[in-house]
């Protein structure tokens, strides 16, 4: 028998703590897990679940109104905030039930408070010493707060879930997917809303082709983009928020939300005092098994800094167990991940970019449609979708695939299982569409692109 309390403690109940905790209690070991807030983490609380039922609930006031198109006339409408975010509120404690059911069942001891590292094999939570074998962290990540005058006067994205009132204006700061998120739930319910990023265009990393899509379409929407611009400085004013722009401007707002970009979350986590090394950003350095320079401490998710995504963390949970109590080393592919945005209209990916492409490949062929989807042909809307192939000439082995439009990571989600089993473009030839949908589009893309033109030699020294 182990002299330690538990084989494993976790430090952080989200998606990637408690399927680990779960799997290593099904694998017979001794299993506790520290939550400081609420059960299933940023995801499950103030991440993807609840932001997507804001989603949906944006889409629906321009839904009423294409309606028309197909001849239905739909009465009086108005949209309910407080509604929203009570109902939203119930399905996020039904939620936590859920996860803490699944944590007992399991045989897990739920520990509530935040868990400090004392030493490589013990904790403190709530004046509590707790010593394990195996110490995992999973405490994910945080909202990066900016630092311009007047920045407390913003809020993050954890809090546009708690917000008692709709801003009737609001400014959002910030060039990534939380960012344009959240500006198209904001436009889409009724505000009036601008988003204002310090780049030229933004989703810096995605394929050029679709960040350059939605910047076309998300105006359609009713979101004002403002590129190459800062805030400078905020301050409140009679009639709310006043931001103040890196071009001298200056605008009022009710709401100003700051989606900058998030760091790991490991303040306060006693690591320094058991010795884990971390990287500049904060995150624990971890090598592909996970475990950290202390060789009874581990860590996954998001605290590691990797690829932010929810089922990242649960398949680093699930390789993590794997390897530490089914004698199976267990490394994670990272390539070919499908993610998508849930912007307006949303996108979706997996494999690479065109331009990741080009720098590894001597010779690609790249397909690419744009449309206006057969919806919209009645419902009176100019929302296009693009879709488009990046595939290697030589052997035909399709490297990406890129949508912007309606049901894109639905389709997407599909595709990447051809892309991870190595499909070429002559089975996707191969392949009968379903008619009519947009995503046959994938299966009938017959004529590359031509090679684009060189760039001029100035251009291409820089």
Known sequence: MSSYDFDLFVIG????????????AAAGKRVAVAEERHLGGTCVNIGCVPKKLMVYASHFGEEFEQAAGFGWRVGERAFDWKTLIANKNAEIARLNGIYESLLTRAGVEIVEGRATLLDAHAV???????????ILIATGGKPTRSHEPGQELGIVSDDVFFLEEQPERVLVAGGGYIAVEFAGIFAGLGSATTQVYRGPLFLR??????????AQEMPKKGVKLVFDQIIERIDRSSGGLVAHFSDGSKAEYD???????????????????AGVATTARGAVRVDPYYRSNVPSIFAIGDVTDRLQLTPVALAEAMALVRTLYHGQSTELNYDDIPTAVFSQPPLATVGLTEAQARERFREIDVYRTEFRPMKHTLSGSEERTLMKLVV????????????????????????????????????????????????????????????PSPAPEREAAE
């Open 13 to 24: 109940a989200g998606s990637g703590g408690v399927r680990a905790s779960r799997m290593a």
């Open 124 to 134: 403190e939570v709530a004046g509590r010493r707790i010593t394990a074998e195996t």
């Open 205 to 214: 990393g995605f394929d050029e082709d679709l960040r350059r899509f939605l």
């Open 255 to 273: 709401q100003i939300l700051y989606a900058i970009g998030r760091s790991p979350n490991t303040e306060g986590l006693g690591l320094e005092r």
């Open 392 to 451: 290697e000439r030589h052997t035909q082995r399709v490297l990406g695939a890129h949508m912007g439009g309606m049901d894109a990571a639905e389709i997407i989600q599909g595709v990447g299982i051809a892309i991870k089993a190595g499909a070429t473009k002559r089975d996707f030839d191969a392949t009968i569409g379903i008619h009519p949908t947009a995503a046959e589009e994938f299966v009938t893309l017959r004529e590359p692109l031509p090679e």
